[in-house]
């Protein structure tokens, strides 16, 4: 969305506001500086910080390509700090009814920037098609089935597997 080195800098600026904060750990405020991929709170702390600074940093409508994937990533912040529980100790039904609507809220305005891409010629990807997205209309029932989300997500488990990797091509390919 960000097509020039200028608007990327522009960001970059925004967000190294954010690497002294002694509030966030000390891997996402240097991931911060990188290109680097987000786990698991970062992630969830990337997406809440995001929309504020694009907001702050550009000016944009919100009916135009940078609004709304400005709102999407709200919106998966919003979800995302649900998600990354640990447990819910009461009103687990509650819990659930917030969970449906921000999905639903999330999956409308993902179709809303795929209908604005359409329309304005912009390629693909489309966000809404996405298998990822599709996950997220089963959310509620695969939390009641499975317990929280941070319970039954993959991605420590294939950062596990990286780090295994690793340690055994350093042996010179003796697996042993």
Same mark, same amino acid.
């Given at each position: *969305?960000?097509?020039?080195?200028?608007?990327? /800098?522009?960001?970059?600026?925004?967000?190294?506001?954010?690497?002294?904060?002694?509030?966030?750990?000390? =891997?996402?405020? /240097?991931?911060?500086?990188?290109?680097?991929?987000?786990?698991?709170?970062?992630?969830?702390?990337?997406?809440?910080?995001?929309? *504020?600074?694009?907001?702050?940093?550009?000016?944009?409508? +919100?009916?135009?390509?940078?609004?709304? =994937?400005?709102?999407?990533?709200?919106?998966?912040?919003?979800?995302?700090?649900?998600?990354?529980?640990?447990?819910?100790?009461?009103?687990?039904?509650?819990?659930?009814?917030?969970?449906?609507?921000? &999905?639903?809220?999330?999956?409308? *305005?993902?179709?809303?920037?795929?209908?604005?891409?359409?329309?304005?010629?912009?390629?693909?990807?489309? *966000?809404?098609?996405?298998?990822? &997205?599709?996950?997220?209309?089963?959310?509620?029932?695969?939390?009641?089935?499975?317990?929280?989300?941070?319970?039954? +997500?993959?991605?420590?488990?294939?950062?596990?597997?990286?780090?295994?990797? +690793?340690?055994?091509?350093? &042996?010179?390919?003796?697996?042993?």
């Amino acid at each position: *969305v960000l097509t020039s080195a200028n608007d990327k /800098s522009r960001l970059q600026e925004t967000l190294s506001q954010y690497r002294s904060c002694k509030a966030y750990s000390r =891997t996402f405020r /240097s991931s911060l500086r990188y290109n680097s991929s987000f786990v698991g709170r970062d992630y969830k702390q990337l997406m809440q910080i995001l929309p *504020v600074c694009l907001r702050s940093t550009f000016d944009f409508a +919100e009916n135009s390509l940078l609004g709304l =994937t400005n709102r999407c990533i709200e919106r998966v912040g919003s979800l995302a700090s649900l998600l990354y529980m640990r447990s819910i100790s009461s009103n687990v039904e509650a819990y659930l009814q917030k969970i449906e609507l921000l &999905t639903d809220k999330l999956n409308e *305005v993902c179709l809303t920037l795929d209908n604005h891409c359409i329309q304005h010629n912009i390629p693909p990807p489309f *966000v809404s098609t996405a298998p990822k &997205t599709h996950f997220l209309t089963h959310l509620k029932d695969d939390i009641r089935r499975f317990g929280l989300a941070v319970h039954f +997500e993959t991605e420590h488990g294939e950062q596990f597997n990286k780090f295994i990797r +690793e340690e055994l091509l350093l &042996t010179n390919r003796h697996f042993s």
